[in-house]
Nanobody, 126 residues
Framework: QVQLVESGGGSVQAGGSLRLSCAAS?????MGWFRQAPGKEREGVAV????????YYADSVIGRFTISRDDAKNMLSLQMNSLKPEDTAMYYC??????????????????????WGQGTQVTVSS
């Protein structure tokens, strides 16, 4: 089992920045950030792999969001810059010990992740 606790959400105006953090009870094969807006499906935002540090981002956040992890502290972070109203959602930290094949396509898919935090709300106003 892995316990995940997110922090750092809040409200910000468009163009602003927020930093999300996730404290994990142990390291896992990969960890990532996902989000879910009202009435929409949960979607992958960014994922990072232990060891290699390989990262994958949703097209909508490339150039604006940066994912990072501190393996010594079991911490995951997401720096979000140039926020837009369409970034408004509940953001979830997720982790998996499963090997994910064909990472370039599969890494951001929700079904691969079996450990989830409770979520932290991000609201961006125009």
């Amino acid at each position: 089992q892995v316990q995940l606790v997110e922090s750092g959400g809040g409200s910000v105006q468009a163009g602003g920045s927020l930093r999300l953090s996730c404290a994990a009870s142990r390291n896992t094969y990969s960890m990532g950030w996902f989000r879910q807006a009202p009435g929409k499906e949960r979607e992958g935002v960014a994922v990072i792999y232990t060891g290699t540090g390989d990262t994958y981002y949703a097209d909508s956040v490339i150039g604006r969001f940066t994912i990072s992890r501190d393996d010594a502290k079991n911490m995951l972070s997401l720096q979000m810059n140039s926020l837009k109203p369409e970034d408004t959602a509940m953001y979830y930290c997720a982790a998996t010990d499963s090997y994910i094949p064909n990472r370039a396509i599969q890494a951001l898919r929700v079904p691969w992740y079996n450990y989830w935090g409770q979520g932290t709300q991000v609201t961006v106003s125009s």
